[in-house]
T-cell receptor, first 113, second 112 residues
Framework: EAQVTQNPRYLITVTGKKLTVTCSQN?????MSWYRQDPGLGLRQIYY???????DKGDVPEGYKVSRKEKRNFPLILESPSPNQTSLYFC????????????FGSGTRLTVV | DAKTTQPPSMDCAEGRAANLPCNHS???????VYWYRQIHSQGPQYIIH???NNETNEMASLIITEDRKSSTLILPHATLRDTAVYYC?????????????FGQGTELSVKP
């Protein structure tokens, strides 16, 4: 089944403890992106990647890192999480950044205490 | 990306057609209309998109007015599982970062 898989689905962590949210797609998509969703603010793009080794900042990149060493994987790294990064995170992928629908993962609900 | 306006909520009886409107009066010639939906905190799901012709797929139909200033998403036979927030998004074929700008959407409630 064609899908975007995120792990973990739920995570509670403490301030400052590095964590990684994984994202993997099995559709050979070139484009991948991370969003966060917060009440009243909608979905906002964090980072995106056009292809392997090509990544760039979205609208809210502060406090996050990403890497794209392989086409299928696009992990989101929080080096020193803070409570304001408590949010619902979604990874998305597409054949390209234009003209196609995006496939989203099921989401990762992160709580930083 | 052009701004969109959608009603905040709508109801629909199960089995009937759900017609969800979207106003995008400032749309420009190179902008597509996309529809996504989100079922209770799940990942958004792509439904359909179009430029100026009407489009249909296995999920829905998209009707775009001739002047392209508005569109309607039609779910022909709504089921309870179609209860979700529906987002109308207008964006050019290429935009910075390929991002989607989700507005407030329409919360569709399908009732038995």
């Amino acid at each position: 089944e064609a899908q975007v898989t995120q792990n973990p689905r739920y995570l509670i962590t403490v301030t400052g403890k590095k964590l990684t949210v994984t994202c993997s797609q099995n559709m050979n998509h070139e484009y991948m992106s991370w969003y966060r969703q917060d009440p009243g603010l909608g979905l906002r793009q964090i980072y995106y990647s056009m292809n392997v080794e090509v990544t760039d900042k979205g609208d809210v990149p502060e406090g996050y890192k990403v890497s794209r060493k392989e086409k299928r994987n696009f992990p989101l790294i929080l080096e020193s999480p803070s409570p304001n990064q408590t949010s619902l995170y979604f990874c998305a992928s597409s054949l390209s950044r234009s003209g196609y629908g995006y496939t989203f993962g099921s989401g990762t609900r992160l709580t930083v205490v | 990306d052009a701004k969109t306006t959608q009603p905040p909520s709508m109801d629909c009886a199960e089995g009937r057609a759900a017609n969800l409107p979207c106003n995008h009066s400032t749309i420009s010639g190179n902008e597509y209309v996309y529809w996504y939906r989100q079922i209770h905190s799940q990942g958004p799901q792509y439904i359909i998109h179009g430029l100026k012709n009407n489009e249909t797929n296995e999920m829905a139909s998209l009707i775009i007015t001739e002047d392209r200033k508005s569109s309607t998403l039609i779910l022909p036979h709504a089921t309870l599982r179609d209860t979700a927030v529906y987002y109308c998004i207008v964006r050019p074929i290429y935009n910075q970062g390929g991002k989607l700008i989700f507005g407030q959407g329409t919360e569709l409630s399908v009732k038995p």
